[in-house]
């Protein structure tokens, strides 16, 4: 059974940081590209970044260049989020989701096939 597991969510306050984690179970990783998504209450979901086979990376929303990164340690099949500076606006729910994409990343989330239950991340003072 192909799952993704995410960890490392949790409250903190702005300006803070946090690193999400995704573990893979019944699966190998480096086989497929990664992306991170979130939704937050009462709005859509949204992709915040991706990583290829290759580790490319792809940045999905704007909001979060220069303050988020991702990862992958594939000797320990799993992907990470780095969240640095965080901001009211970064509260959400994060997922993790794999597509068996060919090079690159997909532009959307259609391609993404197996998902994660989420983590939720709450930024407040």
């Known amino acids: 059974q192909l799952q993704l597991v995410e960890s490392g969510g949790g409250l903190v306050q702005p300006g803070g940081s946090l690193r999400l984690s995704c573990a893979a179970s019944?699966?190998?990783?480096?086989?497929?590209?990664i992306g991170w998504f979130r939704q937050a209450p009462g709005k859509e979901r949204e992709g915040v970044l991706c990583?290829?086979?290759?580790?490319?990376?792809?940045t999905y929303t704007d909001s979060v260049k220069g303050r988020f990164t991702i990862s992958r340690d594939n000797a320990k099949n799993t992907v990470y989020l780095q969240m640095n500076n965080l901001n009211p606006e970064d509260t959400a729910i994060y997922y993790c989701?794999?597509?068996?994409w060919g090079a690159g990343c997909p532009q959307t989330s259609i391609p993404y096939r197996t998902w994660g239950q989420g983590t939720q991340v709450a930024v407040s003072s």
């Open positions: 989701a794999a597509t068996a």
């Open positions: 019944g699966f190998t990783l480096n086989y497929y590209s």
């Open positions: 990583i290829s086979r290759s580790a490319s990376t792809t």
